[in-house]
């Protein structure tokens, strides 16, 4: 019989602070030797939970009780330690940040090596053969902070290569990436399938699946309700596929629609619209300031400086900011929001210059990782916190505000999660609460980066025809994005940084 490597027994699963229900119901699952099983889904529908039972996570360290037998190798969840794990199953998270334990690419290279008292010289050998089989040697002794999201995915996938495991689980591991950025995950990807590992990938976009994946498995609420092969697979209607939450198998069309949208000339009415802000000769960046700021800065150890081409966001309108990771579209962002002082130039705002505190005050943004900016004790305070720290509200106007707040949770399907603390929503969830909390503060300008991260079909969609309505009421809306299906489908105008 073929050898199974990941095994699901009649699995249930309820995390300890949950309310809802199980996030996992009455699960079988097995996958065999050498073979790439994507797990899919809407959000919330519990594939997370099986790569959370399969590399050991839960219930250990996600607290909550088991029913029936997870195993992956000779690890049985709840049973065996997760220290275990760490030599049958590499794990690769959406954001790799969540997983470094060193600053350096190399001391994060050697570490699960290191951990299991492996000789110095072998530890060596091994990093340099790794960087070796995946090309990807010009990450040696490298700062990872300093890393694009691209890069620090291929070391985060290569870190969990360095002890050999039998199987690789990955968790939404595209999510942060440009196209770029996934083709090379997907050759990585591809290398361990041809070496004979089992992969368990757990993502809502399956167009880079193709040709790697084995087999699918569908979920909905916490159950299995299909299981294809890649050949049922890509026979399903597209309209079945929408239904379930999932992503498009094939972005050839959206790409041949952003290339259009791109070339294509602002309006004369667009035009006659004034801009509601404007940059000039700017540069931006850390680690320095003044004119010369962008040669200085290419010399300078933990710096970063972009010039940016001349720009005019107006109202009214939907633009997306698309280019590779690391190109500077977050730390743009982040300036004309007054979250950073620019490099050098101008940045002006309804026509006069302005100062970060003027930008701060007339914008949102929501952030790509959105734990940085949750901090009250239920969804509901997390959307009314910027209400409440203004003041001078009287009880009527609060009791308008909280209706308005309901509201915006309830079209944003969070409105049952009111009384939750944020930080047990899953991934999706939390960016659809960061989305209100932008939705609620009126401001001229929000920026979002990335909002459509570890969100299905159903809840891009979603988003997307907010930030339309967020557009049709007068607000300039500029969305940092690697979403190619968001972009085609709401994008106004697209700016490049390459």
């Known amino acids: 019989m073929t050898d199974i490597v990941c095994e699901l027994s009649d699995c ?164 942060n990436l440009d196209a770029d950025a996934i083709e090379r995950l997907r050759t990585m990807l591809m290398q361990l399938k041809c070496a004979g590992n089992t992969i368990v990938i757990a993502e809502h976009r399956l167009a880079w699946c193709a040709g790697l994946a084995d087999r699918y498995v569908l979920f909905d609420d916490g159950q299995i309700i299909g299981e294809y092969s890649a050949r049922e697979f890509a026979a399903l209607p597209a309209q079945q596929l929408r239904d379930q939450g999932l992503r498009s198998r094939d972005l050839s069309e959206q790409q041949q629609r952003i290339k259009r949208i791109i070339a294509q000339a602002e309006s004369a009415e667009t035009i006659e619209n004034p801009a509601l802000l404007s940059t000039k000769n700017l540069v931006v960046g850390y680690g320095g300031r003044g004119l010369l700021a962008h040669i200085t800065h290419r010399r300078a150890k933990n710096a970063f400086a972009r010039e940016v081409p001349d720009a005019e966001l107006r109202g009214g309108r939907i633009i997306g900011l698309m280019g590779c990771n690391g190109a500077g579209k977050s730390t743009f962002a982040r300036t004309i929001c007054g979250l950073g002082k620019p490099l050098s130039g101008e940045i002006l705002l309804d026509g006069k210059l302005a100062k970060p505190a003027k930008l701060a005050n007339n914008a949102a943004m929501v952030m790509q990782d959105v734990n940085y900016q949750l901090f009250a004790d239920s969804v509901r305070e997390e959307v009314m916190l910027e209400t409440e720290m203004r003041g001078g509200a009287d009880a009527a106007d609060m009791c308008s505000a909280r209706e308005r707040c309901d509201e915006i949770l309830r079209e944003l399907d969070l409105l049952e999660f009111a009384d939750r603390h944020p930080m047990s929503l899953s991934g999706g969830q939390k960016q659809r609460l960061a989305i209100a909390t932008a939705l609620m503060a009126r401001k001229q300008l929000v920026v979002l980066d990335e909002p459509t991260s570890g969100l299905d079909y159903t809840h891009m969609m979603q988003v997307g025809e907010l930030l339309r309505r967020l557009a049709d009421r007068g607000v300039c809306v500029l969305v940092i994005t690697h979403d190619e299906e968001l972009a085609a489908h709401f994008c106004d105008r697209i700016l490049r940084f390459d």
């Open 12 to 175: 249930t699963f309820r995390y300890a602070d949950a309310e809802s229900g199980a996030a996992l119901r009455n699960a079988t699952l097995r996958v065999r030797a050498g073979e790439v099983v994507v797990l899919t889904g809407r959000s919330g529908c519990g594939k997370t939970t099986v790569t959370r039972m399969l590399n050991g996570l839960a219930p250990e360290h996600f607290a909550g009780q088991l029913d029936g037998r997870a195993r992956t190798a000779d690890c049985i969840a709840g049973d065996t330690s997760v220290n275990n794990y760490v030599t049958r199953v590499g794990s690769v998270f959406q954001n790799p940040k969540t997983q470094y334990f060193h600053a350096n690419s190399s001391d994060e290279l050697a570490f699960p090596c290191e951990n299991v008292g492996m000789e110095p010289a072998q530890i060596r050998a091994r990093i340099s053969e790794r960087l070796r089989e995946f090309d990807i040697e010009h990450l040696r002794d490298r700062s990872i902070i300093q890393l694009s999201g691209g890069q620090q995915q291929q070391l985060a996938v290569a870190a969990a290569t360095m002890l050999d495991p039998r199987a690789f689980v990955l968790d939404e591991p595209t999510g």
